[in-house]
């Protein structure tokens, strides 16, 4: 068999296959490449009109005009204005549809054939966003489609599909000619140098060595001869195998990075179970200040089951966990829903902060919805615990808001994120009234001035809790009142002004109408009026404000 006949044997399979295999990757290539950088394109049209209808509409919402009709369709032209400008060919076309699947704006008019727009409600009325493809005028079209709830649009940014794809196909067309001519010079080139046997055989490594340019490294050649052409393929086999061990050792590297940030997640998702995972991203983007404390304004909330040594005494350990489990699941979703974070428990007691590590517009009044939701769901735990034939849980919730020192605190060995300082003694203390006040939730001035505005507020007493020596305004709220809870609540405060002014007969007399009329067995009015008596008998010092002053938590 002639050295010719065996370079083509050899080559030819492998020259062709090389080539096919490189042309039809840069074909694949090319094709996902653009079509990635065309519907990125498409999508960025898509958010860049959100963003210009979010800042609209947030024009109007600032300025208090979204009950405007006026300024409202003069905000929906701007956005359609601004639809305009970014339509880059006649054949794209940015429109919305209103809930009753009428079009509420177009870039430009369109001629819908039947059931074309049928067709795109029912995609309104299933909620269908993202990338879609729908036809319109009679031709296919695809599309980046997102709702704007403002004014009720489903927004539509589309371009005609032929379009759309016209440079993957010129592209694809250039690369299937140019493989084609590949093919054939390097047929031709094949021959060229087959003629040249004779010449050295540095020569023929060197350019075989240049025509074979494949990314197949699992390719080998067999070494069926031991002259020239078994040196090339030798030559050839060993510099593949060279490849491979290296290409073997990026994917080990891969493999490993990728094991690592799979263990690393499975740690983080443990320990988020008892730190939470805001303070976890904190530490692990800034380990050097994990030591560091810092003072800040936060909203403290204490909550604690009254009674529960009774309770445990008579359950089951089993049960006892099973309900005690119930009710944390239940009051931490309605922390973590409020932006709160669960401190601590401590035995039945729950510690939660709002306002660290992140902070929110109004943590105070996070901080009391999430009381008074904590209470409504106490409801609902208390239902479940009847029909189990269970003891029933009571709780008291204590609020309070002001200056701590926040920050991971305790050993090298065991460290706990946590808040410490007077305020958040204050907290615990007004958790320890509720049970005096016959109250589920008590909150202190601080909290009550950012509040006040939001939710139905009480005021409850004046006191000097343990570890103080001024004076503390302590109050309870609801997030709705009935007509008779009104004037319950307004002859209550009117009986406080009274009481403070040392008019003790007329105290007594409107605490008493609260407990009688309004707020019927009212403790707060029945306890206030038997004050009011004993003051009526003995009257205070001239040095009274008003003030109780507690020994106990």
Known sequence: MSIRLKIILIVLPLLT??????????????????????????????????????????????????????????????????????????????????????????????????????????????????????????????????????????????????????????????????LAGSL???????????????????????????????????????????????????????????????????????????????????????????????????????????????????????????????????????????????YFSMMVDIIVARNGTVDKYIGDAIMALFGAPVRSENDSLLSVLAGLEMAQALEVFNEEQKAKDKKEFHIGIGINYGEVTVGNIGSEKKMNYTVIGDNVNLASRLEGLTKKYKQMLLFSDSVYQRVGRYVYCRLVDKVVVKGKTHGENIYTAKRTLTDQEKRGWATWHSGLEAYYRRDFGRARGLFLEVADRWLPGDSLAIDFAERASAFIQTPPEPGWVGLEIMHEK
């Open 184 to 326: 054939i010079f390097s047929f031709l080139l094949m021959l060229f140098f087959s003629t040249y046997l004779t010449r050295p055989i540095s020569k023929m490594v060197r350019t075989m060595r240049e025509i074979i340019q494949d990314n197949n490294l699992t390719r080998r050649v067999d070494v069926e001869f031991q002259d020239e052409i078994g040196r090339m393929a030798q030559t050839f086999n060993l510099m593949l195998a060279e490849l491979e061990r290296a290409y073997g050792q990026i994917k080990n590297f891969a493999y490993q990075s990728v094991l690592a940030r799979k263990t690393e997640q499975k740690i983080r998702n443990i320990f988020q179970k008892y730190v939470p995972s805001d303070v976890i991203d904190e530490v692990l983007g800034n380990p050097e200040s994990a030591l560091l404390g810092e003072n800040r304004q936060v909203a403290i909330l204490f909550s604690d089951i009254r009674g529960f040594t009774t309770i445990s005494e008579t359950m089951r350990p089993d049960e006892l966990v099973t309900s005690l489990n119930r």
């Open 17 to 178: 296959a090389t080539l096919m295999l490189t042309g039809f990757a840069a074909v694949f290539s090319a094709e996902t490449g653009i079509t990635k950088v065309a519907i990125d394109f498409l999508g960025f049209k898509a958010e860049e009109l959100k963003k210009n209808a979010d800042s609209q509409w947030n024009l109007l919402v600032t300025n208090h005009l979204t009950g405007n009709p006026q300024y409202v369709e003069v905000t929906k032209q701007a956005v359609q204005s601004f639809a305009k400008s970014v339509i880059r060919s006649d054949t794209e076309v940015i429109f919305a549809l209103n809930h009753s699947g009428k079009i509420a704006m177009s870039t430009r008019p369109i001629k819908w054939l039947p059931g074309e727009l049928a067709a795109l409600d029912a995609m309104e009325k299933a909620k269908t966003t993202g990338w879609q493809t729908f036809t319109a005028e009679g031709r296919e079209r695809v599309a980046q489609i997102f709702f704007f709830e403002p004014f009720g649009w489903y927004v539509v940014v589309s371009e005609a599909r032929d379009t759309f794809f016209q440079g993957v196909r010129e592209i694809n067309l250039q690369n299937y000619l140019i």
